[in-house]
């Protein structure tokens, strides 16, 4: 290992410099097209073995002991439970009964199909969880329908591909739970503050879709209102939806179950209606379990990277000498928090949310933590995590990269990608008015959270 010493040494950087230069490596890597997983346990590896001048003795040891405490953490178990109910709920058939019954309520207003597709994507984000897999599964319902009643390409893109964001917001939400295991908060009460933030996420596109329907009067068509008896009909043909939404989420505040035994009760109740519904062959049943098994290892790849990177963060000191920095300039905490914020709006563009929690989110925390909002430090913690998860995906639909945009288009090859673009800023402008409304006013979220 001689060599890896001269290396060191010829770099000649201390531990502190060290750290923040393996954050634009880090980027660089990404940028690269390497899997941000690898990509940060790589920048981990590397770092620890120059943080410790060449010897590569303690980063195996600490290899063998931080897979087993990462992995072994009981909270972790939640994410192939809720990622397994959200391929049960795609697979049941709840997309299309949702939307259908959306539909029928709304469907013969003005733009009312699209705002149709955002109601379906809040209630499937409600069993789901993701929101690139709401995007594409709702797409699959709801984009038939659109081009039928004359709806623009541009618009119906638009509109599934910001629908889609509501997925992660509306609990349960696997990135939720990550942020709770990260910064140490309850799962429970960060699912609790999303649903103000999600409620108004869905009817500020439902304005949005309002406004933009009467700017731009050829974007959309209309279609025959549905009788009464039609409307009660595809509504109660949702109650899968509402009964597990109900069992599961309301199950975990009442204090009857965990979280973990809520996202278990989850699928097996999802699984349960895709049975009886015809939808579950043992061919299906295989392939859901195959694709909640490749995601998850996926996640959990990355969290391994993500607490290796991190773990040589704090070796390094700079996250503390961040926070320190910030500090020392006396800035106020608004504007601290505000250049935060925008810093994961420009990134949550080119980089997928999950990754981007797990990457910043241990650098930003203790800044964030140190400030003086006028709450306590669980609130500030819970505020913060939901501003973060709203900014981060607001950059699914932010051109040039947003995934959703890229996702939506594929399933549409006929619409440019530039008339999506024009759309969805209408979109984004909805989500920035929010991010300010939530900013300005903290009680929004923290509305439902016990003092």
């Given at each position: ?155 119906s893109t638009a509109t599934l591909a910001a629908g889609g964001t509501l997925g ?231 051109p040039p990269v947003g995934m959703n945009l890229f996702i939506i288009n594929a ?41």
């Open positions: 290992m001689e060599w890896i010493r001269d290396i060191v040494q010829f770099v000649g950087l201390s531990r502190l410099e060290l750290g923040f230069w393996s954050f634009p490596i880090l980027l660089g890597l990404i940028f690269l097209r390497a899997p941000i997983g690898l990509a940060m346990f790589l920048c981990g590896l590397l770092g620890w073995i120059f943080a410790m001048n060449g010897n590569p003795t303690p980063i195996l040891a600490k290899l063998k002991s931080e897979t087993y405490t990462t992995f072994s953490n009981y909270s972790l178990t939640i994410i192939p439970m809720f990622l397994l109910m959200g391929q049960f709920a795609t697979l049941s058939g709840m997309s299309s009964a949702l939307f259908k019954a959306a539909e029928s309520f709304l469907g013969h207003r003005r733009g009312g199909v699209a705002m149709a597709s955002v109601g379906a994507c809040a209630g499937f984000g409600a069993i789901c969880g993701s929101s690139l897999a709401t995007a594409a599964t709702m797409s699959r319902v709801a984009l038939p329908e659109l081009k039928r009643y004359g709806y623009s390409g541009g618009f992660i917001l509306i609990p349960p939400s696997v990135i939720l739970v990550i942020y709770a295991i990260i910064t140490e908060q309850n799962i429970a009460k960060l699912f609790l503050a999303a649903f103000i933030p999600g409620i108004l996420a869905a009817l500020g596109y439902v304005i949005t879709i309002s406004i933009y329907v009467r700017l731009y009067p050829g974007s959309a068509g209309t279609r025959p209102a549905v009788p009464m008896a039609e409307r009660w009909k595809a509504l109660a043909e949702t109650w899968p939806v509402l009964v597990i939404f109900s069992v599961v989420v309301g199950g975990i505040y009442a204090g009857w179950f965990t979280p973990t035994e809520g996202a278990a009760i989850g699928a097996a109740g999802t699984g349960l209606v895709a049975l009886v519904g015809g939808n579950l062959s043992w061919r299906v049943l295989g392939e859901a379990l195959i694709g909640t098994a490749k995601t998850t290892a996926m996640i959990f790849f990355i969290v391994l990277g993500a607490a290796l990177y991190n773990n040589f963060l704090a070796l390094s000191g700079a996250p503390q000498f961040l926070a320190d920095l910030v500090l020392g300039q006396e800035f106020s905490p608004f504007f601290v928090l505000s250049v935060i914020l925008l810093f994961y709006l420009i990134f949550g563009c080119v980089m997928d949310s999950l990754s981007m929690i797990l990457l910043t989110v241990p650098i930003f925390f203790p800044v964030i933590s140190a400030l003086e909002f006028g709450m306590s430090p669980e609130h500030v913690a819970i505020w913060f995590g939901i501003l973060v998860l709203i900014v981060v995906e607001v950059g699914l639909i932010t399933m549409d090859r006929e619409t440019p990608m530039t008339e999506t673009y024009k759309a969805v800023m209408f979109f984004v402008g909805s989500d920035i008015v929010r991010v300010v409304l939530l900013v300005a006013f903290p009680a929004i979220t923290l509305f439902l959270i016990p003092a």
